[in-house]
């Protein structure tokens, strides 16, 4: 699910896909993950993606 990540994956002040465990009331908790290296910078990567397109979206109005 999409979460707003504070501080999970080393990541804070972005909303981002990644596993939670959900209940009736929606998510519950983010499930820890033990990621490689290569896999820590592949997912700020990806952060850093998403933080991008926000603020192209934000300059032309959209957010």
Not at 7 to 13: T, Y
Not at 17 to 44: A, C, F, R, T
């Amino acid at each position: 699910a999409s979460v707003f990540l504070d501080g999970e994956f080393e990541l804070s002040d972005i909303t981002l896909g990644v596993p939670v465990i959900i209940n009736k009331n929606g998510w519950d908790k983010i499930v820890p993950l033990n990621l490689s290296e290569e896999e820590k910078q592949k997912l700020h990567k990806s952060a850093e993606a998403v933080r991008n397109m926000n603020n192209v979206l934000k300059e032309i109005n959209v957010l």
